[in-house]
């Protein structure tokens, strides 16, 4: 047995015991609601406080039993000991925390995230249960504001209502080419719009704001797919199926593989072999040219960069 008097020998205090995880039950608890399996790891221990019964299959926690208040329950193992605490009330009223609008366009709002506790039942227009969730479906109502309710079962239930607007989508807008520029039409008076493009070449289909709000024309400079975004005063939005350009403006076709560049790392890439790249600012100011290696410029960004590659191909493109 080491008698702790070598100062050149290490000696290992640390807890070598078991490690104990709790399932606790709910924090909150009607006095009138049913009983709750205890559980723990290990599970060789026994459990105490108000409430805790050894039951045949094992041990429950009995909010009738426990009374009114917060208990504190332990679970003991090995000398090991840890706690739950449980409220117990007379009543679990729910509460609902939904959102204050919904557009119509973007499709169903599932409800039980929004409701405390959970297990009750909902009612009010345009709700639809389904078989593991609830949702609300906008494409039921017209534009306007809705009542739901979500109701607890039992001697401690209740019932709960909020109200939640439904916002009108703006239709959706097309994208037509008219004298070698991109037009966006069927915008509504007061909407505004969005020009986004899609980049197959990279990874997942990247989709990027153009940086470019409200023109209804945009001048196409690289072969890729458009779309345009209409957003309304509820900042509902809708957008255009997309539109593909190539050489010819509106051709889809791919044909031959066009120059595509993306940025990784700090560094400019492409499909092809990079001759050099020229870098500007969103004012227009040039900010370098260089040779390889394609470096982005420092700062926050974002840039413009014109790309040359060694067929003598030119691309410009918005990049962080």
């Known amino acids: 047995m080491p008698g702790f008097d070598d100062p050149y020998e290490v000696y290992n205090f640390a807890w070598d015991g078991p490690s104990v995880t709790l399932d606790c039950p709910p924090a909150v608890m009607c006095i009138s609601g049913m009983a709750v399996n205890l559980s723990a790891t290990p599970?060789?221990?026994?459990?105490?406080g108000p409430g805790t019964i050894a039951g045949f299959a094992g041990w429950l926690f009995d909010p009738s039993a426990a009374g009114l208040g917060t208990h504190t329950l332990t679970y003991t193992t090995d000398?090991?000991?840890?706690?739950?605490?449980?409220?117990?009330?007379?009543?679990l009223s729910p509460t609902l925390d939904l959102p204050l609008g919904w557009c119509q366009g973007d499709g169903p709002l599932i409800l039980d995230p929004y409701a405390t506790p959970p297990?009750?039942?909902?009612?009010?227009?345009?709700?639809?249960?389904?078989?593991?969730?609830?949702?609300?479906?906008?494409?039921?109502?017209a534009?306007?504001?809705?009542a739901v309710t979500y109701t607890t079962e039992g001697d401690c239930g209740g019932t709960a209502?909020?109200?939640?607007?439904?916002?009108?989508?703006?239709?959706?807008?097309?994208?037509?080419?008219?004298?070698?520029l991109l037009y966006a039409g069927n915008i509504a008076d007061g909407d505004s719009i969005e020009w986004w493009i899609q980049i197959p070449d990279l990874p997942n289909d990247t989709l990027f704001a153009l940086?470019?709000?409200?023109?209804?024309?945009?001048?196409?400079?690289?072969?890729?797919f458009y779309f345009v975004e209409a957003i309304n005063s509820y900042g509902c939005s809708t957008f255009s199926s997309a539109f593909y350009v190539d050489g010819t403006i509106g051709v889809a076709s791919l044909g031959a593989e066009p120059l595509?560049?993306?940025?990784?790392?700090?560094?400019?890439?492409?499909?092809a072999p990079l001759v050099q790249a020229t870098w500007l600012d969103m004012a227009g100011?040039?900010?370098r040219q260089s040779a390889a290696p394609f470096r982005r410029p420092a700062g926050p960004g974002p840039f413009v960069v014109w790309a040359e590659d060694n067929l003598g191909r030119t691309h410009r493109m918005r990049l962080p």
């Open 211 to 224: 940086g470019y709000p409200d023109p209804v024309y945009v001048f196409p400079s690289w072969d890729d």
């Open 285 to 287: 100011r040039q900010l």
């Open 79 to 91: 000398g090991v000991s840890e706690n739950c605490n449980v409220t117990v009330t007379e009543s």
């Open 43 to 48: 599970d060789n221990g026994s459990w105490s």
């Open 119 to 141: 297990g009750g039942n909902w009612t009010g227009s345009g709700v639809l249960a389904l078989a593991d969730y609830v949702i609300l479906d906008p494409i039921f109502l």
């Open 260 to 271: 595509r560049l993306w940025i990784s790392g700090g560094q400019l890439n492409a499909n």
């Open 161 to 180: 209502t909020a109200n939640l607007s439904i916002y009108p989508s703006p239709e959706p807008p097309n994208v037509t080419a008219l004298s070698g």
């Open 143 to 146: 534009p306007g504001t809705y």
